[in-house]
């Protein structure tokens, strides 16, 4: 019984690896300009986890085979009190290997997070709610009107509390989907009214928290024109399932026209836009 125990742990150890080795099931095209460094750093751990977990599972077969009950022996169990010099040396070891994978990995991290966006970026408000996300653009003043959460009224569609009476507010749009531009730096400004939401957009190779009571600013930049799909990556309640967008990458021309337009322009040309770009094919 301990010999087919140990061959069951070989060959489940060894199914799970070539599930990844296959590459059948792995990240879509990465369309930022961090999405390489970002692969890269999850291949090396992937790599360094897969070989300890292999090698660990084997081992464990090994034991399960060398100790397993042969009906002859007449031998007691022994009890151990461990070795405080495996412990010390297997911890050490586990913390040099995660540390270094953590510090090997929080630069590109670091670099979309700690730093300024880059001068002349296209910044965009993100508003998250329970279930709905709201995306803030400045029109063309390049400037965002004035927001106050005393002015939020979602039976007028006033969902980020935008200041009718400030001057800026006037040519400002409100949309449900987000549309940045290609190959420019994309600054968010990432704010909740409720509860916790996550932005996530798979093909951009990012993923951020929104909490509430502060304002997360991120920066990256998109590489490939396209329609992606947007989803909150946070259980935020019993409709989180809907909370569902789009994020258009598109020309600069587009993004151009796109601010000059005035708010009901700018929907319908964003509609049209959504209709135009088809998601990428997954296959
Ligand atoms: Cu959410």
């Known amino acids: 019984m301990g010999r087919v125990l140990a061959v069951i742990i070989w060959i489940i150890t060894l199914l799970s690896v070539l599930l990844f080795v296959a590459g059948k099931w792995w990240f879509p095209e990465g369309i930022s300009s961090h999405a390489p460094a970002l692969d890269r750093q999850f291949l090396i751990t992937i790599l360094v986890v897969g070989i300890s977990f292999t090698a660990a599972q084997v081992g464990l077969g090994w034991m399960v085979w ?29 913390a040099v290997v995660f540390i270094t994978l953590g510090v090997m990995g929080q630069s590109v991290w670091a670099s979309l997070r700690l730093n300024d966006a880059p001068p002349g970026s296209y910044t965009v408000e993100v508003v998250a709610q329970q279930f709905q996300w709201n995306f803030h653009y400045a029109g063309k003043d390049n400037k965002f009107g004035r927001t106050d959460p005393k002015f939020i009224d979602d039976g007028s569609l006033n969902f980020i509390g935008l200041d009718a009476s400030d001057a800026s507010s006037a040519d400002d749009a409100v949309t449900a989907a987000l549309v940045i531009p290609v190959n420019r730096p994309v600054e968010l400004r990432l704010r909740s009214k409720d509860v916790i939401h996550n932005f996530w957009v798979p093909q951009l190779r990012f993923k951020q928290d929104l909490v509430p009571g502060m304002e997360i600013k991120v920066h990256f930049t998109a590489n ?28 600069e021309e587009e993004i151009q026209s796109l601010q000059a337009m005035p708010q009901e322009q700018f929907q319908t040309r964003l509609a049209e836009l959504i209709n135009q770009y088809q998601l990428p094919n997954y296959q």
């Not at 399932?241 to 789009?246: A, D, G, Q, T």
């Open 66 to 94: 060398k100790y397993r009950d042969t009906g002859s022996s007449t031998d007691r169990a022994v009890y151990s009190h461990g070795s405080n010099r495996l412990e010390v040396l297997w911890t050490v070891i586990t």
């Open 224 to 251: 490939k024109v396209g329609k992606y799909e947007l989803a909150c990556a946070e259980l935020c309640g019993q409709l989180h399932f809907k909370m569902r967008s789009y994020m258009l990458v598109v020309p």
